[in-house]
C-alpha cells in the first residue's frame, strides 16, 4: 500500500515536471538600457512564478522602434518613452490595446565623486568642469529630459560645448563612473538601491524639471501566439514586479 501511494506520487511529479517543460516558452524582450536592473529581476521572478523565461537585450529605445520596423525579431517592446510604442502602434504593428504605461522614470545629475554635486544641482551654473555626459537626445528620452532641464534652466547654450554624447543611457553611466566626463545626467535607477543612492552625489530632478518620463509596454504583433508574452506583459503589473520597480526609484504608472 505505501509502495502504491509513494509510486503515485513520483508518477504525479513526473507528469507536472513535464507539463510545465512542455508548457513553457520563452519571450523575446527589447528592453530600454534605463530599466536594465530592475527588468533582470523581474524576469528572474516571473520565471519563477510562471515557468516562462525572457531573453533581454538592452538598448536605446530609438533603436529598438527603428529595428522592429525593418523586422527585428522582439516581440515585446519596454520603451524609455510612450512615443515609440505609440509609433509602433500606429503603423500597425503591435496586438490592438496590448500598450500600457509601465513606469515612469526619474533623472539624476549624477558624479562618481562623493559630495561633488549637492541637492539642487547649483554645479551647473558655479562648477568648474569640462565635460557634461548626457544620452543621445535623439534616441533615449533620457537624453531629450535633460536637454529639457537645461533648456528650462537657460543654460543649453552654454553648456552644450561640453557636451558628451552616449549612445543609450548605459554608455552614458560608463561616461561618467570611469571619468571620461565629470558629470553627466543619466536614470536614476542606475545609481539607487533601496531608495538611496550607491554611490557618488546627485541632484534628483524635481517632477517638474521636465515632462514626465512615462515608459510605455506593447506587444508586437510577432508574439500574439507565445503564451510566455502576454504572461510577463500581465506580470509586470502584478504586486511583486511593481515592487521591484520601486525600488529603483521609479513612479509607479497611475
Not at 67 to 91: T, V, W
Not at 100 to 116: D, E, M, T
Not at 121 to 127: S, V
Request: charged share 15%; hydrophobic share 45%; aromatic share 10%.
Amino acid at each position: 500500500m505505501l509502495l502504491n501511494a509513494c509510486s503515485r506520487a513520483i508518477i504525479l511529479s513526473m507528469l507536472l515536471l513535464f507539463s510545465q517543460t512542455t508548457w513553457a516558452a520563452t519571450v523575446l524582450v527589447a528592453v530600454a538600457a534605463n530599466f536594465s536592473k530592475p527588468m533582470t529581476e523581474i524576469a528572474a521572478e516571473f520565471e519563477k512564478a510562471t515557468g516562462h523565461s525572457a531573453h533581454l537585450s538592452f538598448g536605446s529605445s530609438g533603436k529598438f522602434v527603428s529595428q522592429l520596423e525593418n523586422g527585428g525579431p522582439f516581440e515585446i517592446l519596454l520603451s524609455a518613452d510612450e512615443k515609440g510604442p505609440q509609433k509602433l502602434e500606429q503603423d500597425g504593428f503591435t496586438v490592438p490595446n496590448s500598450r500600457f504605461v509601465y513606469a515612469q522614470g526619474r533623472l539624476i545629475l549624477w558624479s562618481a565623486k562623493p559630495g561633488y554635486i549637492d541637492d539642487q544641482g547649483k554645479i551647473l551654473t558655479t562648477g568648474n568642469f569640462k565635460h557634461l555626459a548626457l544620452a543621445d537626445p535623439k534616441l533615449a528620452p533620457y537624453g531629450a529630459a535633460a536637454v529639457e532641464v537645461l533648456k528650462n534652466q537657460g543654460l543649453f547654450e552654454k553648456l552644450q560645448p561640453l557636451f558628451v554624447q552616449g549612445e543609450n543611457i548605459a554608455q552614458t553611466y560608463q561616461f561618467i563612473s570611469t571619468a571620461n566626463a565629470e558629470l553627466g545626467f543619466i536614470a536614476l535607477s542606475q545609481v539607487i538601491e533601496n531608495g538611496k543612492i550607491t554611490n557618488g552625489s546627485g541632484w534628483i530632478i524635481p517632477d517638474n524639471g521636465h515632462t514626465p518620463i512615462r515608459q510605455g509596454a506593447v506587444l508586437m504583433k510577432k508574439g500574439a501566439e507565445n503564451p510566455a508574452a502576454p504572461a510577463l506583459l500581465n506580470y509586470l503589473k502584478s504586486a511583486p514586479a511593481l515592487a521591484i520597480i520601486k525600488k529603483y526609484g521609479y513612479d509607479l504608472p497611475q
